[in-house]
T-cell receptor, first 110, second 115 residues
Framework: RKEVEQDPGPFNVPEGATVAFNCTYS??????FFWYRQDCRKEPKLLMS???SGNEDGRFTAQLNRASQYISLLIRDSKLSDSATYLC???????????FGSGTKLNVKP | EAGVTQFPSHSVIEKGQTVTLRCDPI?????LYWYRRVMGKEIKFLLH????????ESGMPNNRFLAERTGGTYSTLKVQPAELEDSGVYFC?????????????FGQGTRLTVV
């Protein structure tokens, strides 16, 4: 079983739409959670950390559900520039080892 | 502040040759990781250094891969001899050990093509 599972998509949405991605993780000892964004042929870059209480950064909202072992990312008012692959990343604090989901591809169309 | 840098950005080698990838982490980061993404697959963990020590090398695919981090600064990943299935993008990341969420910063990756 994979440590982190994501729907690979692609999610094709029009500009202005709201889109949500989910990600599940298998290890209940996971301590740190992140959403990374990866543009084509580029390195992953941190989009936002995910905190237990949930957090929001502009149009982006991340939620963590420890009981069900999933995290989510909500993007409101999608922009063309949001088109990318979104990677769910989970870390075991003690070992600082990061596990990646396969990524969810988002295409925002005019 | 300089980010994580990797060299070379691209490498094309023949099967059976040796290639050495280099990663310079962000200064002061004691954690250094190697990951790779092969075509169509997710990014997978290779190994993790804490300073100069290998904390976890469970992701190294076989003994053709050798990673070092002498002095706890930069790291090298050598593939010898390279095989076709080693082709992919090799990412290095570094992070600073602290409590709470510990973000990893990635280098731009080395795209390795074995022909």
């Amino acid at each position: 079983r994979k440590e982190v599972e994501q729907d690979p998509g692609p999610f094709n949405v029009p500009e202005g739409a709201t889109v949500a991605f989910n990600c599940t993780y298998s290890n209940s000892a996971s301590q740190s959670f992140f959403w990374y964004r990866q543009d084509c042929r580029k390195e992953p870059k941190l989009l936002m950390s995910v905190y237990s209480s949930g957090n929001e950064d502009g149009r982006f909202t991340a939620q963590l559900n420890r009981a069900s072992q999933y995290i989510s990312l909500l993007i409101r008012d999608s922009k063309l520039s949001d088109s990318a692959t979104y990677l769910c990343v989970v870390a075991l604090y003690n070992f600082n080892k990061f596990y990646f989901g396969s990524g969810t591809k988002l295409n925002v169309k005019p | 502040e300089a980010g994580v840098t990797q060299f070379p950005s691209h490498s094309v080698i023949e099967k059976g040759q040796t290639v050495t990838l280099r990663c310079d982490p962000i200064s002061g980061h004691d954690n250094l990781y190697w990951y790779r993404r092969v075509m169509g697959k997710e990014i997978k963990f290779l190994l993790h250094f804490v300073k100069e020590s290998k904390q976890d090398e469970s992701g190294m695919p076989n003994n053709r891969f050798l990673a070092e981090r002498t002095g706890g600064t930069y790291s090298t990943l050598k593939v010898q001899p390279a095989e076709l299935e080693d082709s992919g993008v090799y990412f290095c990341a570094s992070s600073y050990s602290r409590q709470g969420n510990t973000e990893a910063f990635f280098g731009q990756g080395t795209r390795l093509t074995v022909v």
